[in-house]
C-alpha cells in the first residue's frame, strides 16, 4: 500500500501563487508516473499534470505556462507549483501515484485526501 498526504492549499487571489506538496510513503517501491488531479464543485475529475520517474512531464492545456510539476524521487515527494491562479483554479487537488505490480504487470492508482485551492477574484 502507498499512502499520499499533499499539504499546500488555501485561499489566494487571483494572480497569486501557491505551491503544492505530495509525500509518498509506505511501500513505496516501483511508483512509476506521479501527478496531479483537481475536482471543481459539480464537475468531474481532471487531469492537471503528470511526472515520471525520468522526469518527464506531461501537463494540460489549462496548465500550460502557469502550473509547474516537480518531482523528488529521493524523497518521494511531488510539488505541483501553481502561478498565476484563476478563480476558476478553485477546486479539490489530488496527488495520484501509480505503481507498477510485477504480476499481473499493471499500474495500481493510489490516491490522497485532497487539498482545497480556492482563489477569489
Known amino acids: 500500500q502507498v499512502q499520499l498526504v499533499e499539504s499546500g492549499g488555501g485561499l489566494v487571489q487571483a494572480g497569486g501563487s501557491l505551491r503544492l506538496s505530495c509525500a509518498a510513503s509506505?511501500?513505496?517501491?516501483?511508483?512509476?508516473?506521479m501527478g496531479w488531479y483537481r475536482q471543481a464543485p459539480g464537475k468531474q475529475r481532471e487531469l492537471v499534470a503528470t511526472?515520471?520517474?525520468?522526469?518527464?512531464?506531461n501537463y494540460v492545456d489549462f496548465a500550460k505556462g502557469r502550473f509547474t510539476i516537480s518531482r523528488d524521487n529521493a524523497k518521494n515527494t511531488v510539488y505541483l507549483q501553481m502561478n498565476s491562479l484563476k478563480p476558476e483554479d478553485t477546486a479539490v487537488y489530488y496527488c495520484?501515484?501509480?505503481?507498477?505490480?510485477?504480476?499481473?504487470?499493471?499500474?495500481?492508482?493510489?490516491w490522497g485526501q485532497g487539498t482545497q485551492v480556492t482563489v477569489s477574484s
Open positions: 509506505g511501500r513505496t517501491f516501483n511508483i512509476n508516473s
Open positions: 511526472i515520471a520517474t525520468d522526469g518527464s512531464t
Open positions: 495520484n501515484a501509480l505503481q507498477r505490480t510485477d504480476w499481473p504487470p499493471v499500474n495500481v492508482p493510489y
